[in-house]
Nanobody, 121 residues
Framework: QVQLVESGGGLVQAGGSLRLSCAAS????????MGWFRQAPGKEREFVTS????????DYADDVKGRFTISRDNVKNTVYLQMNSLKPEDTAVYYC??????????????WGQGTQVTVSS
C-alpha cells in the first residue's frame, strides 16, 4: 500500500524558514519522480517543484525559485522541501506527490494528505 505522509508544517513569520518532510512507503523514492504542490484557500492546487528519479532534473515554479529547495534521502525513503524567505502568499496546504513528471495535478499518481503552512506578516 502506497503512502505519503507529510510533516513539518506550521506557523512562521514572514522571512522565516520551514522544512517539510514526506515519508514514503509502499514504493521507493529512488525510482520515482517526486514533487510538491500547494493549495491556498479558494484557489486551485498548483505546482511548486519536482525532482526526477535520478536527481538530474529539477523544476521550480517561478514564484518559489531561489527560495525553495527539493531534496531526497533515499536511505530514509523521504523527500524534503526546504522553504526559506517565506512570504504570506506562501500560505497553503502543501502536498507531496510521487510517480509523475509534469506541472499538472493530473500528471501525478501518488498524493499525501497535506500539511498546513501559514506565514504571518
Amino acid at each position: 500500500q502506497v503512502q505519503l505522509v507529510e510533516s513539518g508544517g506550521g506557523l512562521v513569520q514572514a522571512g522565516g524558514s520551514l522544512r517539510l518532510s514526506c515519508a514514503a512507503s509502499g514504493f521507493t523514492v529512488s525510482s520515482s519522480n517526486m514533487g510538491w504542490f500547494r493549495q491556498a484557500p479558494g484557489k486551485e492546487r498548483e505546482f511548486v517543484t519536482s525532482n526526477s528519479w535520478n536527481g538530474r532534473t529539477t523544476d521550480y515554479a517561478d514564484d518559489v525559485k531561489g527560495r525553495f529547495t527539493i531534496s531526497r534521502d533515499n536511505v530514509k525513503n523521504t523527500v524534503y522541501l526546504q522553504m526559506n524567505s517565506l512570504k504570506p502568499e506562501d500560505t497553503a496546504v502543501y502536498y507531496c506527490t510521487g510517480r509523475g513528471g509534469n506541472r499538472a495535478v493530473a500528471g501525478w499518481v501518488y498524493w499525501g494528505q497535506g500539511t498546513q503552512v501559514t506565514v504571518s506578516s
